[in-house]
């Protein structure tokens, strides 16, 4: 049950927040202002500049997160999502509506060029049409239609291609002749191993008791190596964007010689 004294306390630690952003944001600005950039960088009030500025304090205020949300968070997000869905948006009409839709049918050079755009674009444009009743709650059920067919299509695709790069490309290794050295031998049988320790793992007709149960325990073994690198891999690419951004509010925006 809330105490009569918690919305008082909850205002009182509003207003020290507010406060601490403000301070935050002063603080961000006189640093702007008051940090003698070097000759050769760009001036402060240049397009390149300004730009330095609105970056720099972008990654500081997403990086406040870290302590906890707050409004200018909650701002840097709505404008990083904002600017993504605008470039999207504009990225769609440059590479795929104008070109494929617009031009061929609007600016058609000659009547064959029309008749052949209408006879290669009607379906897809209609299909694409229809994904667009989704915004209307009485006839949204006509993009059931479309969804299904692209859902089709993709799995059409997506289906060979991961046999191919997940099944037929972890087979190769464990299959291929030993040979070549040392070193690209044991490569190889410990590929086999793992492959079929893992296989061995996931196959629950047999009781993993015995030599079954330490076969499957080597699987094991295998899986979490595999998870360990792929966790790591990324770790070091999150750890890599981080050093990133220090790396450019230290040598871009302080202009401190590195």
């Known amino acids: 049950m809330a105490t009569p004294n918690e919305p008082e306390d909850f205002t009182t630690r509003q207003v020290i927040e507010t406060a601490v952003l403000v301070a935050c944001a002063l603080g ?3 640093a702007c202002v008051a940090i003698p950039w070097p000759k050769g960088a760009p001036a402060k009030l240049s397009k390149e500049g300004i730009g330095i500025f ?5 990654t500081l205020i997403i990086y406040s997160f870290l302590y906890r949300d707050n409004p200018l968070f909650k701002f840097a997000e709505s404008l990083y999502v904002g600017a993504t869905l605008g470039y999207g ?4 009409w440059y590479l795929s509506l104008k070109p ?4 061929p049918l609007v600016f058609a050079p000659h009547r064959a060029a029309l008749v052949n755009a209408l006879l290669h674009r009607t379906v897809p444009i ?3 049409l229809l994904l667009l009743t989704r915004l209307s709650r009485k006839h949204g059920w006509l993009s059931r239609y479309a969804v299904t067919i692209m ?4 799995a059409g695709i997506g289906i060979p291609i991961v046999i191919h790069t997940y099944i037929l490309k972890q087979l190769e290794p464990a299959v291929r002749p030993l040979g070549g050295g040392f070193f690209p031998i044991l490569g190889s049988l410990v590929i086999l191993a793992g492959t079929v320790a893992v296989l061995f793992y996931f196959f629950f007709s047999v009781e993993h008791k015995g030599p079954a149960g ?4 080597v699987g094991i073994w295998f899986l979490m190596l595999s998870f360990g690198a792929s966790f790591g891999y990324t770790v070091m690419g ?8 220090v790396m450019f509010l230290l040598r871009d925006w302080l202009q401190v010689k590195l």
């Open 28 to 30: 961000f600005l006189v």
């Open 54 to 58: 609105v970056a720099a304090g972008l």
């Open 89 to 92: 948006a504009v990225m769609t």
């Open 100 to 103: 494929e839709v617009v031009d």
């Open 126 to 128: 209609f299909l694409g």
């Open 151 to 154: 859902v089709g299509w993709g």
């Open 214 to 217: 330490a076969v499957s325990r």
């Open 238 to 245: 999150r750890v890599s964007l981080l050093i990133g951004r």
